[in-house]
């Protein structure tokens, strides 16, 4: 199964992204990082990943803001290492360069 979940700026989205997921893997021992979206169609996304040992748990809520209670959108753990791959390659396609 595929989804996507879209945020503007993109180079925001991407840098802040990025920031989270290098927070959580290699920012420090307490293995967490996190950013927020605001979504492209409306609300707002709250990533979260916490890394043990060589994985990484990746979450993402939403909310449309206000009182609101954040809703689960998506929620995998994996190889940090992967995850990252990924989103490298993820940014390269959109914006045909890596950013750290």
Known sequence: METSLGARPS???IRSLTRALVD???G???GYGDCYWPGSNGGQY???FKRTAETVEVVALWTRG???IYEHVFRATD???WVRERLDDETRRVTGDVRS
Do not use: Q
């Open 66 to 68: 206000g009182v609101s």
């Open 79 to 81: 190889a940090y290492a």
């Open 28 to 30: 420090g021992a307490d």
């Open 24 to 26: 959580a893997g290699e």
């Open 46 to 48: 709250w990533w979260i």
């Open 11 to 13: 180079s925001a989205a």
